[in-house]
């Protein structure tokens, strides 16, 4: 009962703060039209820049109440996200919780950025990304030093299967990068021109997996 009443708090939240951010990175867009914004973008963007806050905080004091507020608006982020993509919600709970917050924070930076329009050789928080603009921006805030470009990324990455990846991981295909969510096929990425940051599925059957915390 208290996490359904959490996640109508957090949608009465977004209404009038999230979708607004939403709208404003779609006008920004200097390519056209932008399409295939998830239907959740500002509910995940809202909850995702309440946990960022709230694991920054915790990696500062290491206080047990900066631990549980991460933990509560990391739950909500990663059920909204789940919820968008018919995903198990407690298996994206979990795959966030056990990952280190090194991991975490990659990935609940780039989901602050859902909605906000693909830029080619753009990395600018709120205005634009390309695919490799975000994983550097999201390892970014984690203090680890991507290489500006998405195959050099999964490259200087330590190469893992499928089954070893974790939330934050790299995912890439022959010219695209993006970051695992966890679960099933679930990434969240920068798609290409005309569209968002969006959370998604894998779409090659052909992928690489890379944990940028350790060299190749």
Request: hydrophobic share 40%.
């Amino acid at each position: 009962m208290r996490a359904r009443r959490g996640l109508r708090n957090i949608a009465i939240v977004a209404a009038s703060f999230g979708a607004v951010g939403v709208a404003m990175a779609i006008d920004s867009g200097s390519a056209g039209a932008v399409s295939n914004v998830n239907e959740l973008a500002p509910e995940i963007t809202t909850s995702a820049r309440q946990a960022v806050a709230a694991l920054d905080a915790y990696a500062e004091s290491g206080s047990v109440a900066d631990e549980q507020s991460l933990a509560w608006h990391r739950a909500i982020t990663a059920r909204y996200t789940a919820r968008e993509l018919g995903y198990d919600e407690l298996a994206m709970v979990d795959a966030w919780r056990t990952t280190s917050l090194e991991h975490q924070r990659a990935v609940l930076g780039a989901l602050t950025q859902v909605g906000v329009p693909y830029r080619t050789n753009t990395s600018k928080e709120g205005e634009g990304f390309d695919c490799s603009g975000l994983t550097t921006f999201a390892w970014g805030g984690a203090g680890v030093s991507l290489t500006r470009q998405s195959g050099s990324q999964i490259s200087d990455a330590q190469r893992i299967d499928r089954e070893s990846a974790e939330a934050g991981d790299l995912v890439h295909y022959p010219g695209h990068v993006m970051l695992y969510l966890g679960v099933d096929d679930a990434i969240v990425h920068s798609v290409s021109s005309g569209r968002t940051v969006e959370v998604d599925t894998i779409r090659s059957g052909s992928v690489s997996f890379g944990d940028p915390t350790h060299s190749s």
